[in-house]
């Protein structure tokens, strides 16, 4: 009789993990729902953040950017510890969990307008962050196992998830936020996260993941007061690290010492990693390094849309329609035109056995994002009596960097989970992760070569690079200077990004040249 009744649940959670919808597994799209609303709400805040510091709470551009850096490097640093206390403990449900719950209680204690409150939910997001964002993406490589051919196709679809939360929140909360007060704005983003939460609930009641996610074996064989307690452990070490986090976004000046010890403490880790795995593992956790380090380049120059462009749109743009904190759902609506698209063209060009392998889409993506910068900064040639440029150039300057996103982001996300040694994916994962973590480092640097009053490093003012923004902005620096302050600033937001997206496409180029070398790397992964 209980061989009969363990024979039928173990028929019914294959039945629930094997049906298929649009030719993927159905736990696809709980989780794509579940990303969906989890994103809204960190998009949502996230948009509002810079123009809430530098409108509501009087901080100047440049404590803004550095507060928005610190902030956006912490989401990101989390996401290694949040993913190995998941590989070893809790597993990916669980830590799904319990990350979005400190999300919700952040994004909800962000509506109240007191300093305490504004770091305290800062950290508590970040916190959250780190235990849902790798394991959700982990999950979804999970339910890949048997269709291991879609799985570039699978994340694309993910990906479109997370872009339509990234494009409804800042025009919803944004505009909430901004015609009836930030609160409202910044609750609405709270309640997102708890649909988030619903839909993922949803999906883990139906069995539609299989046996995916639960905690791992290692923990399960410990007695149940063990395992209660280590899971007890968990969440109050979550807590009491919230001030903490705090304190590092307060005290921001202080970031790059924070980056020196995340480096040092992540070389020791993968040291030893490598020193545990095959031959052929090593080979590939190279690769995924490699993967790792031309991320970060793209979200060093990809971040600078959450905060220099949003105040780049604010001051220099003649906006139509929409306000400076709202630009930040054009990216997001350019990847939902693009996502399904590119992903029937990655199943498609598998078909026929001419897709790009990744190092060289890894290339073509910095190049078009570069493409994507130079395109903002021609955008002064055009400029009117009042230091404002058409809109056209930042929507077609968005529309080209997001063609490169497409080319990085959802395929990484894709690859890291192929390239990293079994026992390591969700760790691997988080490192993946840190690549957006000191992409928001070197942006915050970006950003404030943008601030009011800010001077240009010596490399900027070369003859070569005066001679090059002038061609590409059609402004000269020195005459510029005796006009007035919008046309000041207009300079300092055009020429930093003439410089980024040059710099930017010089190094897709040399990504492009060692394609063979990271190839061989792969070990027969695409």
């Known amino acids: 009789m209980d061989q009969t009744k363990t024979s039928l649940l173990e028929e019914t959670l294959q039945t629930a993990e094997g049906k298929q919808w649009f030719g993927h597994p159905r736990g696809l799209f709980y989780l794509f729902f579940a990303e969906l609303w989890e994103r809204f709400s960190f998009y949502g805040m996230k948009a509002m953040l810079v123009v809430y510091m530098t409108d509501h709470l009087l901080y100047s551009d440049a404590m803004s950017f550095g507060i928005f850096a610190a902030y956006g490097s912490l989401v990101y640093a989390t996401p290694p510890l949040g993913g190995m206390i998941a590989d070893k403990i809790l597993g990916y449900r669980k830590a799904i969990f319990l990350g979005g719950i400190l999300m919700a209680i952040g994004h909800l204690t962000l509506s109240v307008e007191h300093p305490i409150f504004f770091y305290g939910s800062l950290a508590l997001i970040v916190i959250g962050n780190g235990f849902f964002k790798p394991n959700i993406s982990s999950m979804v490589g999970a339910i890949y196992k048997k269709q291991p051919g879609k799985i570039d196709s699978g994340f694309t679809i993910f990906y479109l ?181 590119f992903a029937f063209l990655w199943t498609f060009l598998s078909k026929i056995k001419r897709n790009p392998a990744t190092p060289i889409k890894f290339a073509v993506g910095l190049v078009a994002v570069g493409i994507g910068f130079v395109i903002f900064a021609s955008s002064a040639r055009e400029v009117n009596e009042l230091a404002r440029t058409p809109m056209f150039f930042l929507l077609f300057g968005y529309f080209i960097y997001t063609v490169g996103e497409m080319f990085i982001s959802p395929v990484g996300l894709a690859k890291i989970t192929e390239l990293s040694p079994a026992k390591y994916v969700s760790f691997i994962m988080g490192v993946w992760f840190i690549a957006a973590s000191f992409g928001h480092f070197f942006a915050g640097i970006i950003a404030r070569l943008t601030a009011s009053g800010s001077e240009a490093p010596a490399w900027m003012n070369s003859s070569f690079m005066k001679s090059y923004t002038q061609t590409v902005t059609g402004l000269d620096g020195e005459q510029v200077a005796g006009m007035g302050e919008g046309f000041q600033q207009l300079y300092t937001y055009v020429s930093t990004y003439a410089a980024v997206g040059l710099i930017t496409i010089a190094l897709g180029l040399l990504a492009l040249a060692a394609t063979p070398v990271v190839k061989k790397w792969m070990k027969g992964v695409h």
């Open 161 to 341: 998830g997370i872009n339509l939360g990234g494009m409804i929140a800042p025009l919803l909360c944004a505009w909430l936020g901004m015609t009836y007060g930030w609160h409202y704005g910044f609750g609405l983003a709270g309640v997102g996260m708890v649909f988030g939460l619903l839909f993922f609930q949803g999906g883990t009641k139906s069995n539609v993941f299989g046996e995916e996610g639960n905690e791992p074996k290692s923990a399960q064989t410990g007695n149940g007061k063990k395992i209660m307690g280590l899971n007890g452990k968990v969440v109050i070490g979550s807590v009491l690290a919230v001030p903490l986090v705090a304190g590092l976004i307060f005290f921001h000046e202080y970031e790059h010492y924070l980056m020196i010890a995340v480096t040092a403490v992540l070389a020791l880790v993968i040291a030893k990693i490598f020193r545990e795995s095959s031959s052929t593992e090593r080979s590939r956790l190279m690769a995924a390094l490699y993967f790792t380090f031309l991320a970060t380049v793209f979200w060093a120059v990809f971040e600078q849309a959450g905060s220099s462009i949003t105040l780049f749109a604010k001051r220099n743009v003649e906006l139509l329609g929409i306000n400076a904190a709202q630009t930040n759902s054009i990216n997001s609506t350019f990847i939902i035109m693009l996502c399904l698209p």
